[in-house]
């Protein structure tokens, strides 16, 4: 996360894609890389638990979890970064 400090967008908006249970999302907020992150995952399932674990810490507002495809990523807004962490297995 440090080389993504240095493309710090103070309130830029990110996406996590392939972002399960929304750890990295959580990481890129904690580390002051956007104001708002939305963690992107085909499975239903995880998507649900990162949207508890996010409402447990409270940061509805930070972080959405959402629900994509495997070959298409559909959100409500621009973003200014993306990040894909071990995803491979996902991509047909």
């Known amino acids: 996360f440090s080389k993504l400090k240095e493309l710090a967008f103070k309130d ?6 392939g972002g399960a249970t ?4 959580r990481k890129l907020l904690q580390s002051n890389v956007c104001s708002r992150v939305y963690s992107a995952d085909p ?3 995880l998507v649900e638990w990162a949207k508890n674990k996010v409402q447990e810490l409270n940061l509805q ?3 959405i979890p959402v629900v994509c495809t495997n070959s298409s990523l559909s ?3 621009r973003v200014d970064v993306a ?3 071990d995803v491979y297995h996902h991509q047909e």
């Open 12 to 17: 830029g908006v990110g996406v996590d894609i």
């Open 22 to 25: 929304g750890y990295v999302s």
């Open 43 to 45: 499975n239903a399932k």
């Open 61 to 63: 507002q930070k972080v």
């Open 75 to 77: 959100l409500p807004e």
């Open 83 to 85: 990040v894909s962490v």
